[in-house]
Every structure is written in C-alpha cells, then in structure tokens.
C-alpha cells in the first residue's frame, strides 16, 4: 500500500485547510485510515480516523469540532477539513492506513500498518 499526502502550507490563524491522502496498491474495505501530527520535539500523535467500511469517525478532542475526516471511495482517498487553525496545529501531518485486527483501537501510531509522507501545516502565532 502506498500512500501520498498532500494539501499542507502555511496559513493565517483562523483559516481553513484541507489535506488529501490517496491510496494505492492493495486496500482492504476493513482498514481503517488515520491522521496523525508531529511537531518539532513532540511524539506523533493522533488526529483523527475513519472506518473505509461504514465510515465511522474518531477525533483527539484537541480537534474536535473543527476538524473533519471523510473518505471518497471510488478515488480511494481521505480527506482532512481543518478549519480554525489555532499556532498549535502547527506540525507536519502523516496519514495511514491500518489493517483490520481484533484489539485494534487505531488510536496510537503502532496501530497502523503504512504511511504515507507528511504534509507540513504551518499557522504562525
């Protein structure tokens, strides 16, 4: 599976942006697709996730409410709306893809199987 991020940049607090991740190789409708965040001298944390099969979503409640995943099937690819970009959401983002397994909850990094290259988002203080 390969996965290719793209969308990031640098924005005003307050803004809104929209990362894309397309997927190709082999998918199964069972994964379940995430993002995650760096910033400089921080551990990757989680952002949000969505079951491919049902569309089922999961936010960090530091995004909650202002940030939204989706997923368009036939292009194979999810999305991140992002808007009201706060200085905090500064970082560079990472999507993957984590196959099905029972245990799973999909929330840590360990939890995912490929990633894809991150996308800096940067909004300024």
């Known amino acids: 599976v390969q996965l290719q991020a793209s969308g990031g940049g640098l924005v005003q607090a307050g803004d809104s942006l929209r990362l894309s991740c397309a997927a190709s190789g082999r998918t199964f409708s069972s994964d379940t697709r995430g993002w995650f965040r760096q910033a400089p001298g921080k551990e990757r944390e989680f952002v949000a996730s969505?079951?491919?099969?049902?569309?089922?979503?999961y936010y960090a409640d530091s995004v909650k409410g202002r940030f939204t995943i989706s997923r368009d099937i036939a292009r194979n690819t999810v999305y991140l709306q992002m808007t009201s970009l706060k200085p905090e959401d500064t970082a560079a983002y990472y999507c993957?893809?984590?196959?099905?397994?029972?245990?799973?909850?999909?929330?840590?990094?360990?939890?995912?199987?490929?990633w894809g290259q991150g996308t800096l988002v940067t909004s300024p203080a």
């Open positions: 993957a893809a984590g196959e099905y397994y029972s245990g799973r909850y999909y929330y840590t990094p360990a939890e995912y199987d490929y």
């Open positions: 969505i079951r491919w099969s049902g569309g089922s979503t």
